[in-house]
């Protein structure tokens, strides 16, 4: 068991530096084509911290997934979303 959670450590740490190599790749791409993006890993790293009993802020968890601020990485790199990236978000995300 001990291997299997190195494992997906490393695959996880792999994830994260091929998105940081992507940087050209935006979230809202991400969540119109898989429906999941970097603010969700940095989410779900604050709730599974959260089960194990252990505090992680939200600023804490996306500078580990952004490999800085979320607030830098948006200055730097996030693009305005298109209408249509939009309309394609909001048509996946309606409840």
């Given at each position: 068991?001990?291997?299997?959670?190195?494992?997906?450590?490393?695959?996880?740490?792999?994830?994260?530096?091929?998105?940081?190599?992507?940087?050209?790749?935006?979230?809202?791409?991400?969540?119109?084509?898989?429906?999941?993006?970097?603010n969700c890993f940095s989410k779900w790293t604050v709730a599974e911290a959260e089960k194990l009993g252990v505090e992680v802020d939200l600023?804490?968890?996306?500078?580990?997934?952004?490999?800085?601020?979320?607030?830098?990485?948006?200055?730097?790199?996030?693009?305005?979303?298109?209408?249509?990236?939009?309309?394609?978000?909001?048509?996946?995300?309606?409840?």
């Amino acid at each position: 068991m001990d291997k299997e959670i190195e494992i997906q450590a490393a695959v996880f740490r792999r994830i994260l530096a091929h998105l940081d190599n992507r940087k050209d790749v935006q979230n809202i791409e991400l969540m119109n084509l898989a429906g999941f993006c970097r603010n969700c890993f940095s989410k779900w790293t604050v709730a599974e911290a959260e089960k194990l009993g252990v505090e992680v802020d939200l600023a804490t968890a996306q500078q580990q997934v952004y490999g800085m601020s979320y607030q830098e990485w948006k200055e730097n790199h996030q693009q305005p979303a298109t209408p249509e990236q939009l309309a394609k978000f909001n048509e996946l995300n309606k409840k």
